[in-house]
C-alpha cells in the first residue's frame, strides 16, 4: 500500500500560521533565524559577578544593579556585583552567576568604610537600579557556573524541524522560540467516509428490531479528523450494488482517500469488492491478520481519468480500528510526505495465558498493569468494542504464538499511534 501511495504535491503545500498548525506535517525544513538563547543569559536567580573578585568563600562585595529578565543591564563595574534574576542577560564584564541561596545580605553599618569607594558606581548603574546594598558570597564561583550561553540551544541558521515532521505542541514551541510566525504544511488529505449496512442506526433514532447503532461512523471520523485530514462524511449507504457503486462515484470527487466500512467480506449483501472493482481496481483483499482479515485495497476511477484511492474496512468495530490504525494511518500519513512510520512497538511481560494462538498474525488488546506486565482483555471477540476503551495497546502476536505468563511479547501503544 505505502508503495503504491505518493505524498500529495509539493505545489498544494500551504502557508499556515505557527498558532494553528497542531497536527499538520511541514512540508519545508524549519531554520532557526536566531541563536537561541541569543544573548548569554542566568539558569538562576543570584548575583553576576567576576571570578576574580571572589578569591575566597565570605568575600563581601556592593550590589551595583538589579537585572530582572528583559532588562538590559550596565557593564559591571570592578569590585561589584549585579542582582539578577532567571532569564535575565548576563552583563558585560561578568563572568558567572552565584544562585541567591549561597548568598546572604550584609548589614549596610557592617561595610560603611567602603561605601564611599563604591557610591559613583551605583549611581551610574541600569535604570531601575535598587539602592546599594552588600552582600556575601558564601562559596568560590567557577568561571561559566549557571550562565546559559548564547546559541547554547540553537544556532543561527540551523534546521530545527524537518520536513516531514508531524506538529506537537512542542514542535510548535521549538518553532516559536525560532521566530517561526508561519509555517509551510502539507496540504490536508481530503478523505470520504461512508458505511454499508441496512442494519445500521444513528444514535438517537429509534433501534428497530435486527438493527444496531453505527459506532464506526463515530469512531473512523474521529481518527481521519485526529490526523489532521479533512473528512467528508458521506453517512450510511444500501446494501445494494447500484447505490454503493453510485456512493463510490460521488466519494471519488475531489477526495484523495475513500474509507469504508463493512461489506467488503464474501456474503451476498457485501458488494464493495465487486463495486470497486466496476469503478475502478482491487489491488489487495483479505490478509492475514486477526481482526481485520477483510480488508481491501484498490482504486476509484474519476471521470477525467484520474482516480482516488481506496480502503475498505471491515464491519466488525474492533476490526475496524485496529485495521485503520494498521492500514489507513500509516496511508494518511504518506500522502502527507509525514516521516512518521507509527509506534515501534516494545517489549513488555505478558501477565496473560494465551495457550490457543490463530494461524493468523493476532492483535490482542492488553492494558499495562502496575506490576510492569500486561493483562489480557478476557473477551477478544472483534465485536467487543469495550476491549478498546478498557485496554490501552495491543500485542502484535505472530501468527501460531502460544504465550506464557512471564514472555516476553511486542507492546504497540494506542497513545503513540493516536498521537
Not at 83 to 99: E, L, N
Not at 243 to 253: D, G, N, V
Request: proline share 8%.
Amino acid at each position: 500500500m505505502l508503495s503504491a501511495v505518493r505524498p500529495l504535491p509539493a505545489t498544494d503545500a500551504q502557508r499556515v500560521s505557527t498558532f494553528d498548525a497542531l497536527g499538520r506535517v511541514l512540508a519545508e525544513d524549519v531554520r532557526s533565524a536566531l541563536d537561541v538563547p541569543p544573548a548569554d543569559n542566568t539558569a538562576m536567580d543570584g548575583y553576576a559577578l567576576r571570578c576574580a573578585d571572589v578569591p575566597a568563600a565570605g568575600t563581601v562585595l556592593p550590589v551595583s544593579q538589579r537585572i530582572p529578565a528583559g532588562v538590559v543591564g550596565a557593564v559591571l563595574q570592578p569590585g561589584t556585583v549585579a542582582r539578577i534574576f532567571t532569564g535575565a542577560q548576563v552583563p558585560a564584564g561578568a563572568d558567572a552567576v552565584v544562585m541567591q541561596e549561597q548568598c546572604e545580605p550584609v548589614a549596610d553599618a557592617a561595610v560603611a568604610s567602603v561605601r564611599d569607594a563604591v557610591a559613583t558606581t551605583a549611581e551610574s548603574a541600569a535604570p531601575g537600579s535598587a539602592p546599594l546594598t552588600h552582600v556575601r558570597i558564601n562559596t568560590v564561583a567557577q568561571p561559566g557556573q549557571w550562565i546559559r550561553r548564547r546559541g547554547e540551544d540553537v544556532q543561527h541558521g540551523a534546521v530545527v524541524l524537518t520536513a516531514g515532521t508531524r506538529l506537537t505542541p512542542q514542535a510548535l514551541g521549538m518553532a516559536a522560540s525560532v521566530g517561526a510566525a508561519t509555517l509551510v504544511v502539507a496540504a490536508r488529505p481530503r478523505v470520504a467516509l461512508f458505511s454499508t449496512g441496512d442494519e445500521l442506526a444513528m444514535p438517537g433514532d429509534p433501534l428497530k428490531p435486527g438493527a444496531i447503532y453505527n459506532s464506526n461512523r463515530f469512531t473512523l471520523r474521529a481518527l481521519i479528523q485526529a490526523l489532521g485530514c479533512e473528512c467528508t462524511d458521506l453517512g450510511i449507504v444500501p446494501d445494494r450494488l447500484d447505490a454503493t457503486r453510485e456512493a463510490l462515484r460521488h466519494a471519488a470527487q475531489g477526495n484523495h482517500l475513500i474509507v469504508t466500512s463493512g461489506g467488503v467480506s464474501v456474503g451476498e449483501e457485501d458488494h464493495l469488492r465487486p463495486a470497486v472493482a466496476a469503478e475502478g481496481r482491487i489491488d489487495l483483499w483479505q490478509i492475514a491478520i486477526k481482526p481485520g482479515k477483510p480488508l481491501a485495497f484498490g482504486e476509484v476511477r474519476r471521470p477525467d481519468a484520474t482516480s482516488a484511492w481506496f480502503i475498505g474496512l471491515p464491519g466488525n468495530p474492533v476490526s475496524s480500528f485496529i485495521t485503520f490504525l494498521l492500514a489507513v494511518r500509516p496511508v494518511l500519513m504518506r500522502l502527507q510526505g509525514a516521516t512518521d512510520a507509527g509506534p515501534a512497538g516494545m517489549p513488555m511481560r505478558a501477565d496473560f495465558d494465551w495457550p490457543r494462538p490463530d494461524k493468523r498474525r493476532e492483535f490482542l488488546r492488553v492494558r499495562r498493569n502496575d506490576r510492569g506486565g500486561l493483562d489480557l482483555f478476557p473477551n477478544q471477540s472483534s465485536g467487543v468494542l469495550t476491549s478498546t476503551v478498557w485496554g490501552d495497546g495491543v500485542v502484535d502476536n505472530p501468527s501460531g504464538c502460544a504465550i506464557r505468563p512471564g514472555d516476553t511479547v511486542r507492546y504497540l501503544s494506542f497513545a503513540e499511534w493516536l498521537a
